[in-house]
């Protein structure tokens, strides 16, 4: 492409598919690498995705604080080492304002159709209005959309029934009745949070969990006053931080083998050993290794389920019933509100938005029977649609934020060769989509996530769909992209 076609064609207009923290990510890189012409698409009427979804009592990262930041945004304000959700809305809702982010957002303007011609994505919204744009950022997240169990008269119950990630807060709690269905991360932070203030709380478990007893303590405000004096001291803790979290973790889990992964065995038994009742502790031992699904980040789990209002009932669910649940025994376990703690369908992706490639292909037709991408970014015949924690991304227990950022990075090299009049298309190819799919699922042969449970990280084939490999090796796979594995059309 000629540096004349590209003046005549105008400066690249960029299109962001979402306004949660990723989205508000690459606005504000989009913005300083000087891209002007910059639109967010936000369905909702307040920026946040999953931090603004996401209400439900207890609800807090399980990433420390100084880890899930902004590296450009560092935050002396962290109230705790692990901060609630709504901290975490509020500081992305600060960063947004300083960077000058909300006047590039559409608020109410969900996309559900992008199709690509001429060299451009045209964006059709559910309100009928079009978008053009040279580049999408699709920034739609992975915690999105609720996952709801299919149980037999769940509509015939009394009470009220809601998703964590819906959570009622009409509904009175105190004093009542409730049944949590679910042993995941917002199971247990609504089961730390609610344990106290209900009458009586019924905790329905199908798969018991391993939990790792890292304590939440407030950051002192002495400690607070020296980041703010000395913004190079937060960063010296940050740096510390993430080296702790990717030696002691993140590189550790994609070796089942590992020293660290079998400590995090022994500590995680020895918490559960804190469980008095023996029949308890049974109940609550899981029967697979540590980390091989999410590791639940909690101090105070086993303590809360150990509450003389709090009952741990493994019993199948047969059916809901007016009154509350009947389980496998005969049982009738009788409620005044019933919480779906059920998770995520975390395959959607881009999805349910359709999506026409070049030459009319459908990514759903491409995504069946799983999605999939190269380094999670790029889609061959979709070219200028990049994702941000798209398909098989580093997504156990990493801090998302450091994920984002790295891949943005990334694809900020991609598009200068469509700002700098070498391209006007760039996607990756197929054979380097094929190989690094066949490297990923060899790879994921090794990790603790295929060592026998069942996990959200598991696609229909039992293969981890997430990247297999340290967390060192995808920050040097970032560092900048191979243009031989990319098709670029003038």
């Known amino acids: ?157 009394a009470g009220p029934v809601f998703h964590t990630a819906r959570w009622d807060h009409s509904v009175p709690v105190d004093g009542a009745r409730v049944g949590v269905i679910g042993t995941g991360s917002s199971a247990v932070q609504t089961t730390c949070a609610l344990v106290d203030r209900v009458s009586e709380y019924v905790l329905f478990q199908r798969t018991p969990q391993w939990v790792l007893p890292v304590g939440n303590p407030p950051i002192e405000e002495e400690r607070r006053a020296e980041y703010r004096a000395d913004p190079s001291s937060m960063s010296r803790a940050r740096g510390e931080l993430a080296t702790l979290f990717e030696e002691g973790f993140a590189n550790a889990v994609v070796d089942a083998d590992s020293p660290q992964v079998k400590l995090l065995q022994q500590v995680c038994e020895a918490n559960l050993d804190t469980v008095t009742d023996p029949e ?42 007016p009154e509350g649940v009947r389980t496998a025994d005969g049982a009738l376990h009788r409620l005044d509100a019933l919480v779906l703690a059920t998770g995520f369908r975390v395959d959607r992706f881009l999805r349910p938005i359709e999506v026409i490639g070049r030459g009319g292909r459908s990514l759903d037709e491409v995504w069946d029977p799983r999605p999939w991408a190269y380094l999670s970014i790029s889609v061959p015949e979709f070219p200028n649609l990049f994702m941000l924690n798209g398909p098989n991304g580093p997504v156990g227990n990493f801090s998302l ?90």
């Open 280 to 321: 308890l502790r049974q109940r609550l031992r899981p029967d697979y290794r540590a980390a091989c699904k999410r590791l639940i980040i909690s101090p105070n789990f086993y303590d809360a389920i150990q509450r003389p209002n709090a009952r741990l009932v493994t019993d199948a669910i047969v059916r809901i019933e």
């Open 401 to 490: 934020i450091d994920v984002a950022e790295l891949q943005f990075g990334y694809v900020l090299q991609l598009v200068e060769e469509l700002a700098g009049s070498r391209a006007r298309e760039v996607s990756a190819t197929m054979e380097a989509a094929r190989r690094f799919e066949e490297e990923r699922t060899q790879a994921a042969g090794k990790t603790v996530w295929v060592t026998g449970c069942r996990s959200w990280y598991l696609d229909d084939r039992g293969i981890p769909a997430v990247w297999p490999w340290t967390f060192t090796r995808f920050r040097e796979r970032m560092a900048r992209p191979d243009l031989e594995d990319y098709e670029l059309v003038g």
């Open 1 to 157: 492409m000629t540096a004349g076609a590209r003046a005549a064609r105008g400066p690249l207009r960029f299109a962001v598919v979402g306004g949660g923290m990723a989205g508000i990510l690459a606005a504000v890189e989009l913005r300083q690498a000087g891209f002007t012409d910059v639109v967010v698409h936000e369905k909702a009427d307040r920026l946040g995705g999953t931090w603004r979804e996401n209400t439900y009592p207890g609800v807090a990262c399980d990433v420390p604080s100084h880890l899930y930041s902004y590296s450009f945004a560092p935050n002396p304000e962290w109230s705790h080492v692990f901060s609630p959700g709504a901290e975490i809305l509020a500081y992305l809702e600060s960063v947004a304002r300083s960077f000058g982010v909300e006047k590039h957002v559409q608020y109410g303007s969900e996309v559900r159709r992008l199709v690509f011609g001429g060299g451009r994505w045209e964006l059709t919204t559910a309100r009928g209005d079009r978008d053009v744009a040279d580049v999408v950022v699709a920034a739609t997240g992975v915690l999105h959309h609720p996952s709801y169990p299919v149980i037999d008269g769940v509509e015939q119950f």
